[in-house]
């Protein structure tokens, strides 16, 4: 878990995003020196498996914005998307029997293009959410990669649809709206919401339970191990609770963030957060305190903060209250922790 100052690990984004991006801002744009820009050869073909750095990703696009109107982009990016362009992913969405089969390989297997995104399904009544799940700030590149993820999926879910005609009910951006939404609801063909508490799009179980025009059982099983190995030789991404510890513990400085404020830094609802830590087993008060303590431990190791600094770091307004607390979860007072840390090591 990275705690404090520590450095996460650089996000990775898959280049033929990027690719596909810098392809549909036109002939106005100087596309290789765009390429160039995030470290790709323009020579090269594009290869879902060569991956750029994330926010090199998002200051290309920010970069773009500054030239060209941004608003449509993603939509046009993300409707030029084809299952072909993911390899064996592509194949096996293709090859699942339902669309609902394939999206749960989207869900599944997403951690093969990117390791910044997560995919969701909640089911609610009649319909289902397919959620898209991104931390960090909401600065415009990652907005704009938002839009272009949901525009995708929506995208190749129409390629394998028998009819081409797939509708969702809602599409839902967390992000507010630009100036013109026209674009998105001609694209979507729904309504849009943007300032919403998620980035997801809503699509009623029956169109979900629809049978792919290209299913076939012989070979979604033969592409699923295929791609299950592949997954297996990905490190894999900090679990759920690990990632809740890490923007708790960055945000503590502040005060003791609430459940809705982590909740929209992982890019989810607090309902979506409270149900998945209920199947976790977990709570978000367990998980601040563990955070709390755990940063505490850490920070009394390092003498050069004083005890009134450390309070403040793990959200307590007065030190006396980090007292107590520490003292309740050590059995013993934050001094006296600090002096045994320092006992044990000039021994």
């Given at each position: 878990?990275?705690?404090?100052?520590?450095?996460?690990?650089?996000?990775?984004?898959?280049?033929?995003?990027?690719?596909?991006?810098?392809?549909?801002?036109?002939?106005?744009?100087?596309?290789?020196?765009?390429?160039?820009?995030?470290?790709?050869?323009?020579?090269?073909?594009?290869?879902?498996?060569?991956?750029?750095?994330?926010?090199?990703?998002?200051?290309?696009?920010?970069?773009?914005?500054?030239?060209?109107?941004?608003?449509?982009?993603?939509?046009?990016?993300?409707?030029?998307?084809?299952?072909?362009?993911?390899?064996?992913?592509?194949?096996?969405?293709?090859?699942?029997?339902?669309?609902?089969?394939?999206?749960?390989?989207?869900?599944?297997?997403?951690?093969?293009?990117?390791?910044?995104?997560?995919?969701?399904?909640?089911?609610?009544?009649?319909?289902?959410?397919?959620?898209?799940?991104?931390?960090?700030?909401?600065?415009?590149?990652m907005r704009l990669s938002n839009e272009a993820s949901l525009a995708s999926a929506l995208a190749i879910g129409r390629e394998v649809s028998p009819s081409g005609l797939l509708i969702p009910r809602e599409v839902h951006l967390a992000h507010a709206a630009p100036k013109l939404t026209s674009y998105h609801e001609a694209y979507f063909g729904c309504p849009v919401f943007f300032s919403s508490d998620r980035d997801a799009i809503l699509f009623s179980k029956a169109a979900?339970?629809?049978?792919?025009?290209?299913?076939?059982?012989?070979?979604?099983?033969?592409?699923?191990?295929?791609?299950?190995?592949?997954?297996?030789?990905?490190?894999?991404?900090?679990?759920?609770?690990?990632?809740?510890?890490?923007?708790?513990?960055?945000?503590?400085?502040?005060?003791?963030?609430?459940?809705?404020?982590?909740?929209?830094?992982?890019?989810?609802?607090?309902?979506?957060?409270?149900?998945?830590?209920?199947?976790?087993?977990?709570?978000?008060?367990?998980?601040?305190?563990?955070?709390?303590?755990?940063?505490?431990?850490?920070?009394?190791?390092?003498?050069?903060?004083?005890?009134?600094?450390?309070?403040?770091?793990?959200?307590?307004?007065?030190?006396?209250?980090?007292?107590?607390?520490?003292?309740?979860?050590?059995?013993?007072?934050?001094?006296?922790?600090?002096?045994?840390?320092?006992?044990?090591?000039?021994?």
């Open positions: 878990m990275s705690l404090g100052g520590n450095v996460s690990p650089m996000g990775m984004v898959t280049s033929l995003f990027v690719r596909k991006m810098i392809a549909a801002t036109g002939p106005g744009m100087d596309q290789l020196a765009l390429l160039r820009s995030v470290g790709l050869d323009p020579d090269a073909s594009a290869d879902v498996k060569t991956m750029i750095v994330d926010t090199a990703y998002y200051e290309m696009l920010e970069r773009i914005a500054k030239t060209v109107d941004v608003t449509e982009l993603p939509l046009r990016t993300g409707g030029s998307m084809r299952c072909d362009d993911y390899g064996a992913l592509g194949l096996a969405f293709k090859s699942a029997l339902t669309l609902q089969g394939s999206y749960a390989r989207v869900a599944r297997y997403a951690r093969l293009w990117t390791s910044v995104v997560e995919y969701e399904f909640e089911p609610t009544g009649e319909d289902t959410w397919f959620h898209l799940l991104r931390t960090g700030p909401r600065r415009l590149g979900m339970q629809n049978a792919n025009k290209l299913g076939d059982e012989g070979i979604t099983r033969f592409l699923s191990g295929h791609l299950d190995r592949e997954l297996a030789e990905v490190a894999e991404m900090p679990s759920l609770g690990e990632r809740i510890r890490d923007v708790i513990a960055r945000s503590l400085s502040e005060g003791l963030p609430k459940m809705e404020d982590v909740a929209r830094r992982l890019g989810m609802s607090a309902r979506s957060l409270h149900r998945r830590l209920s199947e976790d087993g977990l709570s978000f008060q367990t998980l601040t305190e563990a955070t709390r303590r755990e940063l505490a431990e850490g920070l009394l190791q390092d003498e050069r903060h004083s005890l009134a600094e450390i309070a403040f770091l793990t959200g307590f307004a007065e030190q006396s209250s980090f007292n107590r607390a520490f003292k309740r979860w050590a059995g013993e007072t934050p001094a006296l922790y600090r002096k045994q840390l320092t006992a044990n090591a000039s021994a």
